[in-house]
């Protein structure tokens, strides 16, 4: 995971079984558990395969720091802190 970005900056996840951006989505905001947050938006994505996630921090992010879960079907990862700047 990189370090925190600004809105309009890169952030980048890298792991194992990310799957793809037709099947997967980034939730950032979310409980501890992974619930609620704000999903990055298809549009925010830069590329995706099976080992990294290149995103741009979307202007409507939330500020501040919180969990992000990188979820692929039913599966969810395990929460990662980070925080956007602003």
Known sequence: MSDSAARGGT???????LGGPS???VRLGA??????GYVFPPSAVQSWTD???????PTDAPVG?????????A??????MFSVKQ
Request: hydrophobic share 35%; aromatic share 8%.
């Open 11 to 17: 952030v980048t996840i890298q792991g194992r079984y």
């Open 23 to 25: 099947a997967g989505k």
């Open 31 to 36: 409980t501890e558990q992974g619930e609620g």
């Open 51 to 57: 080992t990294q996630i290149v995103l741009t921090v």
């Open 65 to 73: 720091g919180s969990w992000l879960f990188v979820e692929v079907g």
């Open 75 to 80: 599966m969810r990862s395990t929460g990662l």
